[in-house]
């Protein structure tokens, strides 16, 4: 982290510079001159902990030139909160979570959270890979969840700070060792966060391996638009998929893909997500409400606008676009109101759902679902971003 100080001096006037024409056609343009000449991209570091093995926790304060924030811990590589404004330009903490490190380690749902080395679930915690079977741990009924008992939303991640002309950043990095949590293969994974001027959070997952494995890296951010002042079921959701993967009841994929039109798993345009949670219908019997994974319409490869958020009351929109072929949408249905989050705001049902852009789950038990198969030479490269707007 040394040198941070002297490259803030130097990357802030050129930051400044790309602020001032950002902020001339950023809708938020009551600001006066003076508040202009103010704002500008910054990092702060601060410790946030440590873990009972005597790990330091740092905590990233990303901010961009409109004054949007983003706080990001080197444990779990969570994202601890992200201020994003309603129409009117108020600032509100945008993602669930708790106000300390202790919290989040002792009993966590994911908040915020980067889950691998594999995101969701693989059935039975079992696969078999050119003719050899591994066994990983299992950690939800029967199957293996995130990564496991110890997934990458628990350990320490090494960290350094990134600076751009139009964003701030945190890069972190983790090598999960050969065996870990049953993997096959040394992974070292990094995932870079940028908060940049265009308001948009932009997360960057890289990683190599030295023997073949599975990999499926996502974000696990807990999302309110509200400012978390009540439940999700009001926010408007419109998901960029004809298709998605049906379960059982386990919450392992079938193997089809199924057509979303005429069920309430469709969401080819925006419709409240409180709309249809409750019906008779069996896919939502089984994850409880919405907890499936959408097949993304992808023409061809690269990035696509994978679904819209909108929250009316707040005016406030998110729209995520990916490189990814599939998105979990998660309606916070295990949130039972025995959580209470930062700000003592007791987090009932529903009050956070988590879009995360993914391969579908159970991929390598499934050869007719795209490979998460990462080899020896390869790169495993994919892009995720939050954006953030208002309307
Ligand atoms: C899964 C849920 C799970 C949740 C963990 C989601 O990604 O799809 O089934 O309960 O993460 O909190």
Known sequence: MCG???QQVVLAAVAAAAGMVLCSCSPMQSRTAADQATRQLDIKVKPFGETSDGQQVRLYTLRNVNGLSAEIMTYGAIVVTLKTPDRKGKMDDIVLGYDNLADYVKNSPYFGAIVGRYGNRIGQGKFTLDGVEYKLAVNNGENHLHGGLKGFDKVVWSDEPVWKANAVGVKLSYVSKDGEEGYPGNLNATVTYLLTNANELRIEYQATTDKATPVNLTHHGYFNLTGAQRDILDHALALNADKFTPVDKGLIPTGELVAVKGTPMDFTRPTPIGARIGNEFEQLKFGGGYDHNWVLNKGGRGMITAARLYEPTTGR???????????????????????TGKGVVVYKHRWGLCLETQHYPDSPNKPNFPSTILRPGEKYETTTIYRFSTK
């Open 317 to 339: 929109l998110m729209e995520v676009r990916t490189t990814e072929p599939g998105i979990q949408f998660y309606s916070g249905n295990f949130l039972d109101g025995t959580i």
């Open 4 to 6: 941070i100080k002297s």
